[in-house]
Nanobody
Framework: QVQLQESGGGLVQAGDSLRLSCADS????????MGWFRRAPGKEREFVAGISWEGGRISYADSVQGRFTISRHNAENTVYLQMDSLKPEDTAVYYC????????????????WGQGTQVTVSS
């Protein structure tokens, strides 16, 4: 089972960029569909982006389409989320997650989660 750790969060201003990383210490991430989710204060965890194990199928939430880019480097057991043109409403704890099946936007479909990294966007 993968063991995921996110990094790269921080405090930025609106319009800035951040790149989040999700690394797997076990080394089996390359076989998994990966997803990024986020939870804003007082809200449910929501899907942000997903990528198939080989990187050929990618999906985004409408709210981040055109601003965020998910990618993966299987040789390094790492998945990335490049976030550009950040907005205050992007403020949340961001989580990466792994699953064995095809991509889904439903959090319960993922069986491995990282601890999360805080992203705060000031106006």
């Amino acid at each position: 089972q993968v063991q995921l750790q996110e990094s790269g969060g921080g405090l930025v201003q609106a319009g800035d960029s951040l790149r989040l990383s999700c690394a797997d210490s076990v080394g089996t991430l390359r076989d998994c569909t990966m997803g990024w989710f986020r939870r804003a204060p007082g809200k449910e965890r929501e899907f942000v982006a997903g990528i198939s194990w080989e990187g050929g199928r990618i999906s985004y939430a409408d709210s981040v389409q055109g601003r965020f880019t998910i990618s993966r480097h299987n040789a390094e057991n790492t998945v990335y989320l490049q976030m550009d043109s950040l907005k205050p409403e992007d403020t949340a704890v961001y989580y990466c997650a792994a699953r064995a099946g095809p991509s889904t936007t439903v959090p319960i479909g993922y069986n491995s989660w990282g601890q999360g990294t805080q992203v705060t966007v000031s106006s």
